[in-house]
């Protein structure tokens, strides 16, 4: 049994987590994640500790979000755009068990700034994850690779230092997508 609570965006991603895994999860109910929800959260990350799990999409970045900044210090889990999709959407809910196990067992913990190490504005920019032909295809790339989920030009370089992720993963994970060899 996983002995954090997940946080999942609906019912049907409930059934999936547990055909997966045993794991007691809180449901947001949408991306509008009421004050009940954050309260019932909050009390999960005080007891227990909360891993986030929602879809790789909008509406699923902005549920992490909220519920993040309401609690601090939660772990989060990702799953790609590809291991979501489904025939009519995109979601958790559609994720293979064995991504969903995956997933859980290569969960990150957010952590305060600073971060030792950082990975800077300039790392980026050098690395074509910013600007340029190609940009978002890296850093949806370097997400999967990282385990860290995609993430838009503004918000990568928050995501690579909230997961503390380090120079040397970050240069390893450039590698693998040929990060010396971009047009």
Do not use: W
């Not at 009390?43 to 519920?67: H, M, N, S, Y």
């Amino acid at each position: 049994m996983i002995k954090e609570v997940i946080v999942v965006e609906g019912k049907s991603d409930t059934v999936a987590i547990q055909r997966a895994v045993q794991a007691d999860t809180i449901e947001t109910g949408g991306s509008a994640v009421p004050p009940h929800v954050i309260k019932k959260v909050k009390l999960a990350q005080e007891k227990r500790g909360v891993i986030i799990f929602t879809d790789p999409d909008f509406q699923g970045e902005r549920i992490r979000r909220i519920v993040s900044q309401a609690v601090p210090g939660c772990k989060h889990a990702f799953i790609t755009r590809d291991e979501g999709r489904g025939k009519r959407n995109l979601g958790v809910e559609n994720a293979s068990d064995e991504v969903i196990r995956k997933a859980l067992a290569e969960v990150r913990t957010e952590v305060e700034y600073p971060v030792k190490e950082a990975i800077s504005f300039e790392d980026l920019l050098e690395a074509g994850l910013i600007a340029g032909n190609g940009a978002s295809e890296r850093r949806e790339k370097l997400g999967e690779i990282l385990g860290i989920g995609y993430a838009n030009g503004k918000q990568i370089l928050k995501r690579l230092n909230m997961f503390q992720v380090s120079k040397r993963e970050f240069l390893l994970a450039l590698e693998q997508i040929g990060g010396e060899d971009r047009s």
